[in-house]
DNA sequence: TGAACGTATGAGCATTCGTTCAGATGAAAC
DNA sequence: GTTTCATCTGAACGAATGCTCATACGTTCA
């Protein structure tokens, strides 16, 4: 396997993320590559909701909630705050909303077609 | 398994997009979320490059770069051109490269605590 | 303290995924 | 036509993933 053109594969490369920020932006994005991930994420677009509420909402049990938010909390994700037994979770910042809401909009584009 | 809040629980789900939606949001952001696929998508941030090429960026065969772009490709995250029995690839709008940016600055966020 | 409740964790299993290998497709040059 | 080269595709296999079940942890309240 050979390189054809040396010119634009050392200007990609010149521009690229050490591999080790690659692999924690593949995890980021993976992190929200779940249907029950993202349903999570979505779900707490606008508001707070404790484990079991979003388990509710998304349709698993709420060990399988809870699971998934250690994914989320260990990528920040997500937040929590607790409130006496319960955990109350949010999204961790605008930023990530911001990712959401492009993610979104992107699939809204995409089905125009 | 209860709802504690059905409020929140309902605000949630009153801006919750269809299943539908969810899976393909899921999708796009499943397709950037393995190491390879993001590393091919990082490297065409601001190149377009061929496929032997792309093999030679990411380190691995020319195969498994192709099968990789197919994914990238139905989710339309990338598009590409003939050039004779080339196939020159790049990211398909600005779109994406602000998702990706998005993604690389999130990390690089991360990393300062 | 002990019971009750919400949450977190570990094991196990079925499923999905990413890779390579081998071969097919298609375009250019002879 | 045939050869050559770049790309694509299907099969196969090991690795990783998401779910549920059972159980442990930790907080509240009596």
């Not at 909630?65 to 994700?77: E, K, M, P």
């Amino acid at each position: 396997m050979t390189i054809v053109h040396p010119g634009e594969v050392s200007r990609a490369l010149s521009h690229l993320p050490g591999d080790t920020d690659i692999a924690n932006i593949a995890a980021v994005f993976d992190a929200l590559g779940d249907v029950t991930r993202v349903h999570i994420a979505l779900a707490l677009l606008h508001v707070e909701l404790c484990v079991c509420d979003l388990a509710a909402v998304v349709g698993i049990s709420q060990s399988g909630v809870s699971h998934q938010l250690r994914i989320l909390r260990d990528l920040r994700i997500v937040s929590y705050r607790r409130d006496g037994k319960r955990a109350v979770y949010r999204l961790i910042d605008d930023h990530v909303r911001e990712v959401l809401m492009l993610g979104l909009a992107h699939t809204l584009e995409s089905q125009e077609n």
